[in-house]
């Protein structure tokens, strides 16, 4: 079976087509409930996308909120060659949104929406048919006063009637349209016929290969990854995917499997992507620690196990020869061979190209205040180890401009109860100190907290991880805290847990403040 003409989006290198990387973690990755950002988090996300050589950075829905109207905006100012894109849905006044926030990227993409499957259009847009046709013929073409560029996408694509997607695609590109992304929305689809769906629709479209199409795959079925890949083999040249697969409900394809599967095996699929591998486990690291999600031990490529062999028989193959059951090298995807650093007696010139190495370029005074923490570490803890360098460093980048901070806290614990927590803290400058008991020492020190900054947020999640080995490792925690639709998740590292949790809550509190302000407008 031969693949239908399609319109290449870079040169061939040694026989393989290249792929675009479309990032939406900032977007679908944030639409998973409890996953939101700030802006600053999301402008050092979207820094490290351009250094990771990403294609297509989705940056937020311009038309949802002011937050995100703002996080475009200021995303599409700081990119260079990047492609920066907000998504809109197909009224005039979404796209103008969006068409304003792009209004400063070099490379201004509007990607606009409609749903065309007979459940969407039935239930959810009541429209019909020749409504849904002609808001794709108004928007796409209302899309390109902004930007050349513009990415149409047909939501819930893989159950909608075949012949009706293509005329909605034909519509599409003939008013403009630039890539046609055909999503699996709900996760439905396997990869034989998701890939099947391309061949056909590239086939039977005129113009197809006039247009760079595009995969769009959520995980319900855990088939994400499977089903993009099975999208590119049949003809799509971009893949949309989220860091750690975050999205809504299960997730979208992961980048990080998405980018990997295509290096490692080039042999059987011919194609290549631009993204800087080594940088992937540090994206990994910084969304989880943006969001509080977790990576699960056992994740494809960035899981704290998916370089661990354990069993007798893999190490003694290991040893022998990497080869035996290693499929790609640690270092290719940013997991340093030996993470062990220094310890108190390595210097500040030592730490700055430590730092530096894991991705962080500090001015001077964070750059103090980085290597004082580290020496007070080093203190308690005797091996200090990368995964100890992110969590202080990215724990202080969290703490900059906080409202309220933690002072002193002093916690009794233990079998004779009450557990009780005395803690100092300072609220805009003005000291404020109480004494509080709980059921446990956290609960005591979060009820501490309650006390000295009254707030009616309701703690929705608590999570304790270590982040290295053995008793003396750091514990970083994270607080999520919800408050009438706001949502806020904080976190800090610590030797000590109890101090960890309640920094990790303040920070919240501090998100959610910041929230609050945008949400009433009185901040942007
Ligand atoms: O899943 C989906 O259909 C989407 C579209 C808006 C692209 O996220
Ligand atoms: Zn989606």
């Given at each position: 079976?031969?693949?239908?003409?399609?319109?290449?989006?870079?040169?061939?290198?040694?026989?393989?087509?290249?792929?675009?990387?479309?990032?939406?973690?900032?977007?679908?990755?944030?639409?998973?409930?409890?996953?939101?950002?700030?802006?600053?988090?999301?402008?050092?996300?979207a820094e490290?996308l351009q250094?990771?050589?990403?294609?297509v950075c989705?940056a937020?829905?311009?038309?949802?909120?002011?937050?995100?109207?703002?996080?475009?905006?200021q995303i599409a100012e700081l990119a260079k060659d990047m492609t920066i894109c907000?998504?809109?849905?197909?009224?005039?006044?979404?796209?103008?949104?969006?068409?304003?926030?792009l209004?400063k990227a070099k490379n201004p993409?509007?990607?606009?929406?409609?749903?065309?499957?007979?459940?969407?259009?039935?239930?959810?847009?009541?429209?019909?048919?020749?409504?849904?046709?002609?808001?794709?013929?108004?928007?796409?073409?209302?899309?390109?006063?902004?930007?050349?560029?513009?990415?149409?996408?047909?939501?819930?694509?893989?159950?909608?009637?075949?012949?009706?997607?293509?005329?909605?695609?034909?519509?599409?590109?003939?008013?403009?349209?630039?890539?046609?992304?055909?999503?699996?929305?709900?996760?439905?689809?396997?990869?034989?016929?998701?890939?099947?769906?391309?061949?056909?629709?590239?086939?039977?479209?005129?113009?197809?290969?006039?247009?760079?199409?595009?995969?769009?795959?959520?995980?319900?079925?855990?088939?994400?990854?499977?089903?993009?890949?099975?999208?590119?083999?049949?003809?799509?040249?971009?893949?949309?995917?989220?860091?750690?697969?975050?999205?809504?409900?299960?997730?979208?394809?992961?980048?990080?499997?998405?980018?990997?599967?295509?290096?490692?095996?080039?042999?059987?699929?011919?194609?290549?992507?631009?993204?800087?591998?080594?940088?992937?486990?540090?994206?990994?690291?910084?969304?989880?620690?943006?969001?509080?999600?977790?990576?699960?031990?056992?994740?494809?490529?960035?899981?704290?196990?998916?370089?661990?062999?354990?069993?007798?028989?893999?190490?003694?193959?290991?040893?022998?020869?990497?080869?035996?059951?290693?499929?790609?090298?640690?270092?290719?995807?940013?997991?340093?061979?030996?993470?062990?650093?220094?310890?108190?007696?390595?210097?500040?010139?030592?730490?700055?190209?430590?730092?530096?190495?894991?991705?962080?370029?500090?001015?001077?005074?964070?750059?103090?205040?980085?290597?004082?923490?580290?020496?007070?570490?080093?203190?308690?803890?005797?091996?200090?180890?990368?995964?100890?360098?992110?969590?202080?460093?990215?724990?202080?980048?969290?703490?900059?401009?906080?409202?309220?901070?933690?002072?002193?806290?002093?916690?009794?614990?233990?079998?004779?109860?009450?557990?009780?927590?005395?803690?100092?803290?300072?609220?805009?400058?003005?000291?404020?100190?109480?004494?509080?008991?709980?059921?446990?020492?956290?609960?005591?020190?979060?009820?501490?907290?309650?006390?000295?900054?009254?707030?009616?947020?309701?703690?929705?999640?608590?999570?304790?991880?270590?982040?290295?080995?053995?008793?003396?490792?750091?514990?970083?925690?994270?607080?999520?805290?919800?408050?009438?639709?706001?949502?806020?998740?904080?976190?800090?590292?610590?030797?000590?847990?109890?101090?960890?949790?309640?920094?990790?809550?303040?920070?919240?509190?501090?998100?959610?403040?910041?929230?609050?302000?945008?949400?009433?407008?009185?901040?942007?």
């Amino acid at each position: 079976m031969t693949t239908p003409a399609i319109k290449p989006v870079g040169p061939a290198v040694n026989g393989k087509d290249r792929v675009l990387i479309f990032d939406t973690t900032m977007r679908d990755g944030e639409q998973s409930p409890g996953a939101s950002m700030t802006l600053r988090e999301k402008l050092e996300l979207a820094e490290l996308l351009q250094e990771m050589k990403v294609d297509v950075c989705e940056a937020g829905f311009a038309a949802s909120s002011e937050g995100d109207f703002q996080c475009v905006a200021q995303i599409a100012e700081l990119a260079k060659d990047m492609t920066i894109c907000s998504l809109a849905r197909s009224t005039l006044t979404d796209i103008d949104r969006a068409g304003e926030a792009l209004r400063k990227a070099k490379n201004p993409r509007v990607h606009t929406f409609i749903s065309t499957s007979p459940v969407h259009m039935k239930h959810k847009l009541k429209m019909g048919p020749n409504a849904v046709l002609e808001a794709i013929g108004a928007s796409v073409t209302h899309s390109r006063k902004y930007a050349s560029d513009v990415e149409w996408s047909a939501e819930d694509a893989t159950r909608t009637e075949f012949d009706f997607l293509c005329k909605a695609i034909d519509v599409a590109i003939q008013s403009g349209a630039t890539v046609i992304n055909v999503p699996d929305t709900v996760g439905y689809s396997h990869p034989t016929e998701y890939g099947d769906l391309f061949r056909r629709l590239i086939e039977n479209i005129p113009n197809s290969d006039k247009v760079i199409w595009s995969t769009h795959c959520h995980n319900d079925l855990g088939l994400a990854v499977a089903n993009s890949l099975a999208g590119v083999i049949n003809g799509a040249r971009q893949i949309e995917c989220a860091i750690n697969g975050m999205g809504e409900r299960a997730g979208n394809a992961a980048l990080e499997e998405c980018v990997m599967a295509l290096k490692v095996r080039g042999d059987s699929m011919p194609f290549y992507t631009e993204v800087v591998t080594p940088k992937l486990s540090r994206a990994s690291k910084m969304v989880s620690s943006i969001t509080g999600f977790p990576v699960q031990y056992n994740k494809a490529i960035v899981g704290k196990n998916a370089f661990a062999h354990e069993s007798g028989i893999h190490q003694d193959g290991m040893l022998k020869n990497r080869e035996t059951y290693e499929i790609m090298q640690p270092e290719d995807v940013g997991v340093p061979s030996t993470s062990l650093i220094m310890g108190k007696l390595s210097g500040r010139n030592a730490f700055r190209d430590k730092l530096e190495s894991l991705g962080y370029v500090l001015e001077r005074g964070p750059l103090n205040d980085a290597f004082k923490r580290f020496k007070d570490l080093a203190d308690k803890k005797k091996h200090v180890f990368d995964e100890d360098i992110i969590a202080l460093v990215d724990d202080q980048l969290a703490a900059v401009q906080e409202r309220v901070s933690i002072k002193r806290l002093k916690v009794v614990a233990g079998t004779d109860g009450p557990q009780s927590a005395e803690l100092e803290i300072v609220v805009e400058g003005e000291v404020r100190s109480t004494h509080a008991t709980g059921n446990g020492p956290v609960d005591a020190v979060f009820n501490a907290i309650r006390q000295l900054v009254p707030h009616t947020a309701v703690l929705e999640l608590y999570q304790v991880n270590a982040v290295t080995e053995g008793t003396d490792a750091q514990a970083t925690v994270s607080v999520r805290l919800s408050e009438q639709g706001l949502v806020a998740t904080g976190k800090a590292s610590d030797p000590d847990t109890l101090v960890a949790s309640a920094r990790a809550y303040v920070h919240a509190l501090n998100k959610l403040e910041v929230r609050r302000a945008k949400a009433t407008g009185a901040a942007a």
